[in-house]
Nanobody, 122 residues
């Protein structure tokens, strides 16, 4: 079982940048696909981006060209570089992991780790 802790959130002005990190422990990190998700106030949690075991990435349309997902298997860490942030990016961001890519895309996990708050406001 993989344990996950997201960090790096904060308050940033529109157009600014943040880099989120997700530290994983408890299993072989490189065996897993990884995903970022977010939940805005009053909304359902949604998929943001994923990176497969092999490094293939995909993004939800609203963040394409602005966000970059990456992983460092040696450090057991997942990243999300977020540029040109917009107020609608405000949410709690979570990471999760699975060997099943369909689960990564649907986000239908039974449990979630600690998220990190991102607030984009002037």
């Amino acid at each position: 079982q993989v344990r996950l802790v997201a960090s790096g959130g904060g308050l940033v002005q529109p157009g600014g940048s943040l880099r989120l990190s997700c530290a994983a422990s408890g299993s072989i990190f490189s065996d897993y696909h990884m995903g970022w998700y977010r939940q805005a106030p009053g909304k359902q949690r949604e998929f943001v981006a994923h990176i497969t075991r092999d490094g293939t990435t995909d993004y939800t349309n609203s963040v394409k060209g602005r966000f970059t997902i990456s992983r460092d298997n040696a450090k057991n860490t997942l990243y999300l570089q977020m540029n040109n942030l917009k107020p609608e990016d405000t949410a709690v961001y979570y990471c999760n992991t699975a060997r099943n890519l369909i689960l990564i895309r649907t986000g239908n996990f039974g449990s979630w780790g600690q998220g990190t708050q991102v607030t984009v406001s002037s």
